[in-house]
C-alpha cells in the first residue's frame, strides 16, 4: 500500500519569503498524480497544485512551484513571496492511476505566515 | 456557483441516533468520494461511486451506508452514531478518465463537522 508522510508537522515564514514543505511517498506503482491541498481554516480543501509523474518537467502555478524527484520518491511545495492568505494546513497526497481510485494523504503540515 | 456542496455544515447529535449527510456535485464528474477527517486532521477515504455503482469501501464500520441516486449525488447515511464518529466529513468528485483508466483531479466540498455527544 501507499503511503506519504509529511516530517514537518508546523512550519512558519516570514510574510514576502520563501518556504518549502516536504513531502516524501512510497510506491511501487510507475505512473500515479501527486498533489498539495490547501486547508485554511474555513475548512474547505483547496488544490493547490497537480503533477503527473511521468511528467519530468515540475508543476508551477503562480507563486506555487514543486520539486519532483521521482528516483528519490519526493514531491515538495516550495511558496514563493508568502502572504498572510497562504496561512493554512497544507496536504500532500498520491493518486494511483491503475490502482485503487482514492487520494492516499499525508499528516498535513500547519503554515503559519508572520507579518 | 458552488462546485460540490454539503448539507448540513455541521452536525450536532447525540449518541445513538441515525443521521444523514447530503452532498451534490454540479461539475458534471462521474465520480464521487466521501473521506473522514479526524481530530488530528488526517484525511482517510471512505467510499468512492462512480456513475451510482460503489468501487471502493474501506474498512469502515456497517453503520456507514452511503447511497447513489444518481451520478450527481453521494449522501452518507449514519446509524447509531458513536462518538468516535465524530470528525469532519468531506465529499469530493472527479471526472473518470475513459483512456488509461483512471480519474482526474478530486475536488472537495466544504465539509460537514459531525459532533457527536
Known amino acids: 500500500a501507499q503511503t506519504v508522510t509529511q516530517s514537518q508537522p508546523e512550519m512558519s515564514v516570514q510574510e514576502a519569503e520563501t518556504v518549502t514543505l516536504s513531502c516524501t511517498y512510497d510506491?511501487?506503482?510507475?505512473?500515479?498524480?501527486l498533489f498539495w491541498y490547501k486547508q485554511p481554516p474555513s475548512r474547505q480543501m483547496i488544490l493547490v497544485i497537480r503533477?503527473?509523474?511521468?511528467?519530468?518537467q515540475n508543476a508551477t502555478e503562480n507563486r506555487f512551484s514543486v520539486n519532483f524527484q521521482k528516483a528519490a520518491k519526493s514531491f515538495s511545495l516550495k511558496i514563493s513571496d508568502s502572504q498572510l492568505g497562504d496561512a493554512a494546513m497544507y496536504f500532500c497526497a498520491y493518486f494511483s492511476v491503475q490502482g485503487a481510485q482514492k487520494l492516499v494523504f499525508g499528516q498535513g503540515t500547519r503554515l503559519t505566515i508572520n507579518p | 456557483d458552488t462546485a460540490v456542496s454539503q448539507t448540513p455544515k455541521y452536525l450536532v447529535t447525540q449518541m445513538g441516533n441515525d443521521k444523514s449527510i447530503k452532498c451534490e456535485q454540479n461539475?458534471?464528474?462521474?465520480?464521487m468520494y466521501w473521506y473522514k477527517q479526524d481530530s488530528k486532521k488526517f484525511l482517510k477515504i471512505m467510499f468512492s461511486y462512480n456513475n451510482k455503482e460503489l468501487i471502493i469501501n474501506e474498512t469502515v464500520p456497517n453503520r456507514f451506508s452511503p447511497k447513489s441516486p444518481d451520478k450527481a449525488h453521494l449522501n452518507l447515511h449514519i446509524n447509531s452514531l458513536e462518538l468516535g464518529d465524530s470528525a469532519v466529513y468531506f465529499c469530493?468528485?472527479?471526472?473518470?478518465?475513459?483512456?488509461?483508466?483512471?480519474?482526474?483531479?478530486?475536488?472537495f466540498g466544504p465539509g460537514t463537522r459531525l459532533t457527536v455527544l
Open positions: 461539475l458534471g464528474h462521474d465520480t
Open positions: 503533477q503527473e509523474a511521468y511528467k519530468q
Open positions: 469530493a468528485s472527479s471526472l473518470f478518465r475513459t483512456s488509461g483508466g483512471s480519474t482526474d483531479t478530486q475536488y
Open positions: 510506491t511501487s506503482e510507475s505512473d500515479y498524480y
